[in-house]
């Protein structure tokens, strides 16, 4: 069976209460309940700032740590930046490298045997000959060649002419080369 | 304003009143609660999981930079004879004794006789430190003798930078001039 709580002051209307008897019948009734949950939030609060600035100064000392321990490398450090820095450079000027040894193989492999080369000029993708034969057709042959080979592009025959004393003929031709 | 909620409260009952006035007064203790004391502490926590963040940021960037410094140190070891090939081919300083030792030393090997040597002042390429020299050869020797010495200084442990080359012949004679340039480290 309920029991019923005996109250002997008769209650007073909350209407007729003054100011202050509001404000203290409030506090008693409602404000320490919000206090209480103010207060149990803030405290959990501090429990959970405490649980962070613990787990941030393991951190922070495994920071420390590792710092000293990267700073022992410095050496390595040192070196790897330098390595790099030179394998960058040496990239960046073998960049369109121009081998003249592989023009000089396109030569001898172009050139017949009958044809003396006067000037031999090598320069990035282009080579200047000015040769000398007595057999006109060898520079026919010659000029078919070059234009059939892959790793040659335009052959442009500048000039030509003979020499009566020597009875032979000098050809001036330009070729441009591929990407070798 | 003021009338109009004053006309509001007056035609309220007591019961509605008592209930109104607790409720302001609930939300005005909570909203000062929380401003003054839940907020101020939102804060500091809130501060705390960011630095604790970044220290867990920091911590993980520098295990993968020992674990990365640590390979980097083996692979060092590991690659120790072509490093040194890659400082030969590009040395700290000009070297300019060792690099004219060089030539000559391939020049005689291919028959060769160096006539006139020019060397330029060197430039700076860049803002990374290279600085180039431009020589120029002039050589005499058979046409096959220069081909060879040039495909010699092509693979040679310095690296050198081929411009242009000329070889011509005049009376048997073979000359050549190369353009060549070269690189170091300042």
Redesign the interface.
């Known amino acids: 069976m309920p029991t019923k709580e005996i109250n002997l002051v008769p209650e007073k209307e909350f209407g007729k209460l003054s100011a202050r008897e509001k404000a203290f019948d409030w506090t008693v009734k409602y404000g320490r309940t919000i206090v209480i949950i103010v207060q149990g939030l803030v405290i959990c609060l501090l429990f959970y700032k405490l649980a962070l600035s613990d787990q941030l100064s393991k951190v922070s000392d495994n920071v420390e740590k590792k710092s000293s321990i990267v700073a022992s490398f410095s050496s390595t450090e040192k070196e790897l930046s330098d390595i790099q820095k030179r394998i960058e450079l040496l990239k960046g000027v073998k960049r369109d490298l121009f081998k003249p040894s592989a023009y000089a193989k396109i030569i001898a492999r172009d050139v017949p045997k009958d044809i003396s080369l006067d000037t031999v000029i090598l320069q990035p993708n282009l080579i200047q000959l000015n040769a000398k034969s007595s057999n006109i057709t060898s520079f026919g042959q010659m000029i078919q060649s070059m234009d059939s080979d892959s790793e040659l592009g335009r052959v442009d025959l500048l000039g030509a002419h003979l020499n009566p004393s020597e009875n032979t003929f000098t050809f001036d031709i330009e070729i441009e080369t591929k990407k070798l | 304003m003021i009338s109009r909620l004053t006309r509001t409260v007056s035609l309220l009952n007591?019961k509605e009143?008592?209930a109104y006035?607790?409720l302001t007064?609930?939300l005005f203790?909570?909203s000062l609660?929380?401003i003054f004391?839940?907020r101020p502490?939102?804060k500091?926590?809130a501060q705390?999981?960011k630095?604790?963040a970044q220290?867990?940021a920091?911590?993980a960037a520098?295990?993968e930079?020992?674990v990365n410094?640590?390979k980097?140190?083996v692979n060092?070891e590991e690659q120790k004879d072509n490093?040194t090939k890659?400082?030969r081919?590009?040395p700290k300083d000009m070297m300019q004794e060792a690099l004219l030792t060089n030539l000559a030393r391939t020049a005689t090997a291919y028959n060769i006789s160096i006539v006139k040597m020019g060397i330029d002042q060197s430039h700076e390429?860049g803002k990374?430190g290279?600085n180039?020299v431009n020589i120029t050869l002039d050589v005499a020797g058979t046409?096959d003798s220069i081909?060879g010495l040039?495909?010699s200084l092509?693979n040679s442990e310095r690296?050198i930078?081929?411009?242009?080359?000329?070889?011509?012949?005049?009376d048997g004679k073979n000359t050549g001039t190369m353009n060549i340039t070269v690189?170091y480290?300042n």
Do not use: H
């Open positions: 007591k009143k008592r006035s607790i007064m609930s203790t909570i609660l929380a004391i839940v502490s939102i500091i926590v705390y999981q630095n604790l220290a867990k920091a911590d520098l295990t930079k020992i410094l640590d980097a140190k060092i490093i890659l400082y081919q590009l390429m990374k290279l180039s046409y081909t040039v495909s092509e690296f930078k081929f411009t242009s080359i000329s070889v011509e012949n005049k690189f480290l």
